[in-house]
Every structure is written in structure tokens, then in C-alpha cells.
């Protein structure tokens, strides 16, 4: 996740670069960077916001009609100087921002170093624009033509935009699974991964689909054609958008763009980690250490909040499916028990912002004690991934929401891929289900799609229970985390008292506050559990309670005693929750919507909690 701008025209670039990257910033904002044609080429970068780049160029030439800006958010390479792009070729001549991932940058940098291409960042960047160079010096082609040939080698995404020092007329851009957007104005023309940088200047844009490559010359003409080099004739769109509502791509709140983002961000979980019909999953940092962690003889999970309910589904799936025992943590409580820990343990630490103050020091505690760490995290280059002795991103992308919702799905089948790795390795899966579910692992965003399209209904009812003063949720299983999570959701964002159970525990303690004002939310798609569940809901009936009912598609007993029904696609039993807590996020969702509450800032809560 990056953010990109770039011009080319009659006007200052720079100013309009910065400006645009601070509107992109939502999209990382660990570096930044820009290059700058003016007779020379000026390349600026700096680890930091886009204000320590602009203090940074402050007292440079800035100069320039053409240029190219970069907003970083770190995956290949740490954050810092050098890691910042734009990225230059090993002749100086061609820089490059990018705003995705290149997979198979390793062969490719391999190949190139074996040609005597030299590298000084980590990132997969720098190795495309290399790439590119080493195409264009071979057969002496136009940049456009180098650009393309290089992007029928690289496996990935990419948004990227070029510029050739030696042809400053122009401006190459090409577009797969990463966004970008070409700004037609008078004379001048503009890309950006959104409209938000480009909207002030002109309405006209076009948004570039994906394997297209577009010119854009300094006369403000352009042309695009596909990757296969034929000429296409561009949808060129009139903008009616506020700036305000771009900046959270066209959603009312970045808590609702983040649920929405989880088809996505759930695939870039996986991206060349797995392969269903090749039957391998390949988690970097786990490989490293997989000995340590095949023979552990204990998994001790610690983290806080949603992430600690991540971390509850990950002691299900370990369990059943690679027969490792689990211990799951609050890392506040961890930190001071004393526990006993040993160097035979493996902790994994779960973490969205990968800052947060318990768990950065739990795991501290377990380092010293000699256990192997191993965090699952969002944000790249953070404390609690530096701490980790290995680990695995979830690349879910920044995630601005408080509530956390794409990060618990990406920690989930990060988590997912690791047990079922583990189970693969220790021999305790058999081939057939391991195979089953991978194949049911890349159907899931597909079936998140469905799901989202339940949302006017789950809307429905969130106007039916919004004015309760206290909710329940309950589920068996691996819904039972999930429950948890439908709980947090809606205490956090709505304010109403909810409590998370397991479905048959209720009858211990909260049955005797079930009453007609009571909303029951029941998580009951298991298979496993089904005639239980069942059982569970008609206790609730009986005392008037008001069910609320996630079923899996084409139900029919719970339906029909349920009050509320909402249906999501079938999956196999440990994937349930990667489908089962999407609803659960929209119906907090809409439910704090309609009670005025700010959705993406609720009072008192932090994105990221740096003090215990
Ligand atoms: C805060 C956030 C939650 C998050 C928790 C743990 O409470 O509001 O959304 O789940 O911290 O944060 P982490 O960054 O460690 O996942």
C-alpha cells in the first residue's frame, strides 16, 4: 500500500506532488519521495511523512514541469532513506514509483546482479526499474516499449509510473491489481492512485485498467494500450465527488472502506505464500524456523483486543489441525504472571499496529526465557516486528478504522496458513484435506464478496436492535471467537453493553438476562455443533429473547425460529470465521452509524496502545 502522484504540464510539479501525496498519505506514510526533471534530475527521499520530505527539500532546487512522487508503506525493505522511492537504474537514467508488490523479484535481481546490475535498496522496486533499463539498453527501445516487455516478466502487482531522464516529454504508466487514475487537464495531465490529488486541477479522468500501459506527453496528450501492445480507446469519466469522501475512496467512513477492502486485503495475505493445485505454502519467515517450530512442545499466543480473538481462532486451528497444544494470552496478564516459559516454547505475538505496549513487553519476557518469537503484524518496520526473531506481515494495508476489521481477517488467514503449514509438516493432515482447504482458502474472498452484498439487509436489522442498551453473542467453536469479536465490534464503536459467550456457557449466567429487549446474536453455521446450536436458540426463544441468526445458505431450522436471519456462503468448518465475523462488522457498523457515533474515532479508544 503506497500512494503515487505524478505530472506532467505546464505548472510546477512539485507543489502539486506534495500536495497530492499528503492527501494519499491514508495509504502509507512511513517514506517519501519525488524526482524532479529540470534540465537535471532531482531525486528527494525521506524516511518519515511527506512533511519531513518537503522540510528536507526545503532549501533544494524544486524546480521542474515534470515529476514523480511516492508515499511509502513499507513491504520489501525497511523504512528508510534508501528504501524510499522513487527508485533510480543503475545508469541514473530511468526512476520509477511503485505501489504494489513484485513476486519474483528475487530471479529477476539474481539474473540482473549475474549482468552486473547493482542494487542499493532492498525493495523489489528498484529491481523492476533495473529491469526496464537492462531491456532498454539491449534492443535501444522507447520506454514505453522497454516498460512493457519488463511487465510481461514480473509476476505481481504493480501501479507504477516511469520517468526517462533522456526523453522528459513524457511520462509511462501501467496499472495490475494496484490503482491508478489519469488526470486529463488543459495542456497538462496528471497519475495518481486516487482522484484526491488530481480532482482540484481537473474532473476528467481515466481510471486505468488492468495490463495497461498510457503515455502521457508534456502537450497534455496521451494514449493507452495493453500489455500486448494494441491501442485502446480510453472511458474517459467526469469526477462528482467531494474531496473529503475520496480521500476514504468513496466511503462514507474508513471503517466501512476496510471491511469492504477484505476481498483484497485477505488475497494479499496469501499472494505467493500458497498454491492450492500445487499443493505448497510458503511462509518466509516461518521456513527459517521451522524446525524449532515443528518440534515446540508448546504455542503461546499473546496479544490485545481483536487481535487477541485472532489469536483464540489460531488455538483452534493449531490444535485440530497440527495437534499442537495452544495457550492463548492476554499480553497484559502474560507480562506479569511469571509464567513459565521455556526455550522449547514458540510465542507468537498478533498485532495490527505491531506498537502495542503489552505485547511488545510479554514478548520481551519470553525472549529472555528463551523462547522463539514469531509476530504476525500489519505495519511494517514496528517495534514488535523488529523484536520478533521471525515473523510474517499480514499486508492488510494502513488500517485507520480504531475498530479494527480487515486486520482481524488478514491475522486470521495469516494464522490459517501457519497451522495448516505446521500440520502439513508435523504429518497430522492428510493430503486430501489439506488440499481441500487450500482450495477453499482462495475461494474466500469470492465468498466475502457475497457476503458484502448482504448489506442492505444487514442494515435492516441494525435499525431493529440499534436502541437495545445491552446485546449477546454467542457461538460454539470456532464461532466463538467470533462472537467475542461481534461483542468488541459493538461495545467499541456503538457504545451498547454486548457480551461475547460461548453458546452453551449462557446457561450458566447470562440466560437470566435474556428477556424481549434482549438482541441474541447466534454465530451458529458449525457443522460440527449444528443439533447444539439449535438447541441454544430455542433456549433463547423460550424466554422471549430476540435472535439474530448468521446461518449458512440454505438453513432452514434456525431460520425458522430466528427472528432475523442473515446467510453466508458454505466453507469448511475452520474457515467459518474468515466469512461468519463480516456481518458481525457491518451490523456494529450501521448500528453506531444510526446512534450518531463517529465510527472511525470512538471516543476514548487508540489505534494503537503504546502505554499498558
Ligand atoms: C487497540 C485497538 C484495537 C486493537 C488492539 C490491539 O485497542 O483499538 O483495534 O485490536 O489495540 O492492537 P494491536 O495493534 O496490537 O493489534
Avoid at 505481481?156 to 509510473?161: C, L, W
Avoid at 511520462?171 to 486529463?184: D, E, Y
Avoid at 465490534?489 to 456503538?494: F, Q, T
Wanted: contains cysteine; hydrophobic residues 40%.
Amino acid at each position: 500500500m503506497c500512494g503515487i502522484v505524478a505530472y506532467i504540464g505546464t505548472q510546477e510539479a512539485y507543489p502539486i506532488i506534495i500536495k497530492g501525496l499528503q492527501r494519499l498519505e491514508y495509504r502509507g506514510y512511513d517514506s517519501a519521495g519525488v524526482a524532479l526533471m529540470n534540465g537535471t534530475l532531482n531525486v528527494y527521499k525521506r524516511k518519515g511523512k511527506v512533511q519531513d520530505l518537503l522540510d528536507f527539500a526545503d532549501d533544494k532546487s524544486t524546480k521542474g514541469n515534470v515529476g514523480i512522487g511516492h508515499t511509502r508503506w513499507a513491504t520489501h525493505g525497511k523504512p528508510d532513506d534508501l528504501n524510499a522511492h522513487p527508485h533510480v537504474s543503475s545508469n541514473g537514467r530511468l526512476t520509477l514509483v511503485h505501489n504494489g508488490i513484485i513476486e519474483n523479484y528475487e530471479p529477476l535481481k539474481k539474473a540482473l546482479q549475474k549482468d552486473g546490475y547493482t542494487f542499493s535498496s532492498e525493495t523489489d522496486t528498484e529491481v523492476l526499474i533495473n529491469l526496464i533499463q537492462s531491456i532498454q539498453d539491449h534492443d535501444d527501445l522507447s520506454l514505453e516499449e522497454a516498460v512493457r516487455i519488463a511487465l510481461t516478466k514480473v509476476n505481481g502487482a504493480y501501479a507504477i509510473v516511469v520517468l526517462d531522464k533522456n526523453d522528459p516529454n513524457k511520462l509511462v504508466a501501467a496499472r495490475k491489481a494496484s490503482p491508478l487514475v489519469l488526470g486529463i487537464g488543459e495542456d497538462e495531465l496528471f497519475f495518481a492512485s486516487d482522484a484526491t490529488p488530481i480532482i482540484e486541477y481537473t474532473k476528467k479522468v481515466v481510471y486505468l485498467n488492468d495490463l495497461e500501459i498510457a503515455v502521457a506527453n508534456r502537450n497534455g496528450e496521451f494514449e493507452i494500450r495493453t500489455i500486448d501492445n494494441s491501442l485502446t480507446t480510453p472511458y474517459v469519466q467526469e469526477l462528482e465527488m467531494e474531496i473529503e469522501r475520496i480521500e476514504k475512496g468513496g466511503y462514507d467512513y474508513f471503517m466501512l472502506k476496510e471491511i469492504h477492502e477484505q476481498p483484497k486485503t485477505i488475497c494479499d495475505a496469501m499472494r505467493g505464500r500458497m498454491n492450492a493445485s500445487e499443493g505448497w505454502i510458503r511462509l518466509g519467515g516461518l521456513e527459517e524456523h521451522s524446525n524449532r517450530l515443528v518440534n515446540a512442545d508448546r504455542i503461546i499466543i499473546a496479544a490485545c483486543g481483536t487481535s487477541w480473538h485472532s489469536g483464540l481462532i489460531a488455538e483452534y486451528l493449531f490444535e485440530e489441525l497440527a495437534r499442537m497444544p495452544v495457550e492463548v494470552e492476554y499480553a497484559s496478564e502474560l507480562r506479569y504472571r511469571n509464567p513459565v516459559i521455556t526455550e522449547k516454547d514458540v510465542v507468537i505475538a498478533v498485532s495490527q499496529s505491531g506498537e502495542t505496549a503489552d505485547t511488545l513487553a510479554a514478548i520481551e519476557l519470553a525472549d529472555e526465557k528463551g523462547a522463539l518469537i514469531y509476530g504476525i503484524v500489519n505495519v511494517v518496520g514496528s517495534s514488535i516486528a523488529r523484536a520478533s526473531d521471525a515473523g510474517s506481515y499480514i499486508h492488510a494495508g494502513p488500517e485507520i478504522g480504531v475498530a479494527s476489521t480487515k486486520a482481524f481477517t488478514g491475522q486470521v488467514t495469516v494464522l490459517t496458513l501457519m497451522a495448516l503449514n505446521l500440520a502439513f509438516k508435523r504429518g497430522k493432515i492428510s493430503k486430501t484435506y489439506y488440499h481441500q482447504l487450500l482450495t477453499e482458502m482462495e475461494a474466500i474472498p469470492g465468498k466475502i464478496e457475497k457476503i458484502l452484498k448482504s448489506n442492505s439487509k444487514i442494515e435492516y436489522i441494525a435499525g431493529e436492535i440499534k436502541d437495545s442498551t445491552n446485546a449477546l453473542y454467542l457461538g460454539r467453536g470456532y464461532n466463538f471467537p467470533v462472537a467475542l469479536e461481534g461483542a468488541l465490534k459493538l461495545k467499541e464503536i456503538s457504545y451498547i453493553h454486548a457480551e461475547g459467550y460461548p453458546a452453551a456457557e449462557m446457561k450458566h449466567g447470562p440466560i437470566a438476562l435474556i428477556d424481549e429487549n434482549m438482541p441474541v446474536v447466534v454465530i451458529a453455521t458449525n457443522q460440527s455443533a449444528y443439533e447444539k446450536i439449535v438447541s441454544n436458540v430455542q433456549e433463547v426463544k423460550a424466554r422471549n429473547g430476540k435472535v439474530i441468526a448468521v446461518v449458512t445458505e440454505g438453513e432452514k431450522i434456525i431460520s425458522q425460529m430466528a427472528d432475523y436471519t442473515i446467510e453466508i456462503p458454505e466453507t469448511l468448518e475452520p474457515l467459518t470465521p474468515l466469512l461468519s465475523v463480516i456481518p458481525m462488522q457491518l451490523l456494529s457498523y450501521h448500528i453506531a452509524l444510526m446512534r450518531g457515533c463517529n465510527v472511525d474515532q470512538p471516543r476514548n479508544l487508540a489505534k494503537s496502545v503504546t502505554v499498558e
